[in-house]
């Protein structure tokens, strides 16, 4: 069994984490390999933002290969286009990929674009949110590899799945079971992608087992302590907890709590009830509406336990 080049950030140049070792490795893997002549074939990369940041085939538009390049966003659009025009082989499609009923999924953009979705041999997909349906609703393409976005934040382990629309991300297991059903097996994981061939190649090509790679990686989780604080643990069992974390989308989370108020102490109730008063504060402070929103629907909910603000 042949096992994939691994992604190798230090080589890393247009890729968020190395990604284009592997494609190169698979990339001469199928020449010859493939069913349609190689030459004629397309990579298709959406959510590659302008090409020499965070793209996953700008490497291959650097090479001569045929590809293209999915943007909705018209600032990036325009740039991508410009870092583009040096190469023939390479196009951009201003538009947003969108679900089957939108009329605007994958096969129905090739199609405008006069290109056949079956000329497609690999496809790469991060749009931070919908990715897992919009490869679901991708029509009669048929990659022979793809790359796909996972939010490492979520429960690994868990079957998340983007709910349609937001931006929250799939979770790693929600991807992988994606993928059986789709007929593709991981070869690969990065912090952010799994890398997958079509079943076809699963004789000659060995699978990863994607939670153990995951686990391999430094990745982390969160989760909240009896005390309030909210906690963030390395796969290894580090303890990596601090007062303000960074968070995706250049945003700044802090600890719902204050620190002086967390823990336990032999004056646990009025801890407790200055907790209370530090979490409504900040819920009706940054929060209003939804505060407000909040407590009536707990008041009107006649099931629900009594909330520990009005226990005073």
């Known amino acids: 069994m042949l096992h994939v080049a691994p992604p190798n950030p230090e080589t890393s140049v247009h890729s968020q984490w190395g990604e284009e070792a592997t494609v190169q490795w698979l990339v001469e893997f199928l020449r010859g390999k493939a069913s349609k002549n190689f030459h004629n074939s397309v990579f298709l990369e959406f959510g590659g933002s302008k090409g020499p940041d965070n793209s996953n085939f700008f490497f291959l538009a650097e090479n001569g290969h045929r590809v293209v390049f999915i943007e ?113 097996f991981p070869v690969a994981l990065t912090t952010t992608n799994v890398i997958a061939m079509n079943k076809r190649y699963s004789a000659e090509v060995q699978a990863i087992r994607l939670f153990d790679a995951f686990m391999g990686q430094r990745h982390y989780n969160f989760g909240l302590g009896y005390d309030g604080t909210l906690v963030k643990v390395a796969s290894d069992g580090r303890d990596l907890t601090q007062e303000f974390y960074r968070g995706w989308s250049n945003s700044v989370i802090l600890q719902p709590i204050p620190k002086f108020l967390r823990g336990f102490s032999e004056r646990g109730i009025w801890k407790s009830r200055l907790r209370a008063v530090a979490s409504l504060l900040q819920v009706f402070t940054l929060r209003p509406i939804s505060g407000i929103k909040f407590v009536l629907r707990r008041i009107r909910n006649p099931n629900t336990k009594p909330m520990f603000f009005w226990r005073f």
């Open 72 to 184: 909705g966003e018209d600032k990036k659009f325009v740039e991508l286009t410009t870092n583009l025009s040096r190469f023939p082989g390479a196009s951009a499609v201003q538009a947003y990929v969108g679900s089957e009923k939108s009329g605007r999924n994958l096969e129905s953009l090739l199609r405008t674009e006069g290109i056949d979705p079956l000329d497609v041999i690999g496809l790469s997909v991060d749009v931070d949110g919908d990715d897992l349906l919009l490869f679901e609703e991708r029509g009669r393409l048929n990659p022979e590899f793809v790359i796909i976005e996972y939010n490492p934040d979520l429960p690994f382990h868990i079957p998340f799945r983007n709910p349609e629309g937001r931006n929250l991300g799939n979770s790693l297991a929600a991807l992988g079971q994606c993928l059986e059903e789709s007929g593709y």
